[in-house]
């Protein structure tokens, strides 16, 4: 069953190198305000399950509408083979696991608990530090992952009685976390 809209996040994880990796995800959400925590789920097989699973630590940040189409991308191909914030020249800011400039929300997490769903882990994270930045607009993922827009378009095209035009499109949507 897909749900939509659907919100998307992007999650950052330490690379054995010290690089980022990013791995866009669906499934997460806020567990508890205080002390707070949110949770995520991600395939088992998946190269950013693998390095959170290590180091216990991953950012959880929602992209703006300027990052649309890399957004997108970082959910097509694995970090285990392509160094994505490199591939789609996206701008990283952050400590020592970094995340994307243009995003709405970053929340700085580390691992407490993590519980196997199928073929998927559930980490349970607390939210040790959030930074949030008013001027960029959140995504999210429409028509079953095949495009990213922010809700004020989604409205806007439907009072108008007009199609959704996306910020992002494919037709494939490559193999999403979510």
Same mark, same amino acid.
């Given at each position: 069953? %897909?749900?939509?809209? %659907? ?10 190198? *010290? ?74 800011? *952050? ?18 608990? %993590? ?22 607009? %959140? ?34 949507? *490559?193999?999403?976390?979510?």
């Amino acid at each position: 069953m %897909q749900t939509s809209p %659907q919100p998307v996040a992007l999650i950052s994880s330490l690379t054995p190198e *010290g690089g980022t990796n990013l791995a866009a995800v669906c499934w997460w959400v806020y567990l508890e305000s205080d002390p707070p925590f949110m949770g995520f789920s991600m395939w088992k097989e998946s190269y950013t399950c693998e390095l959170v699973d290590k180091n216990k630590k991953t950012v959880i940040s929602i992209p703006g509408e300027a990052i649309s189409k890399e957004a997108f991308e970082c959910g097509k191909v694995s970090g285990r083979d392509v160094n994505k914030a490199e591939k789609y020249k996206l701008e990283l800011q *952050g400590g020592e696991i970094k995340y994307p400039v243009h995003s709405r929300l970053a929340f700085v997490c580390t691992v407490e608990n %993590q519980v196997d769903v199928g073929e998927c882990t559930f980490f349970i994270c607390r939210v040790d530090e959030v930074y949030f930045n008013e001027n960029e607009r %959140q995504l999210f993922a429409l028509a079953g992952k095949e495009m990213l827009a922010t809700v004020e378009e989604k409205i806007r095209n439907a009072e108008s009685g007009e199609n959704l035009e996306p910020v992002f499109s494919s037709l494939n949507g *490559g193999f999403w976390s979510c």
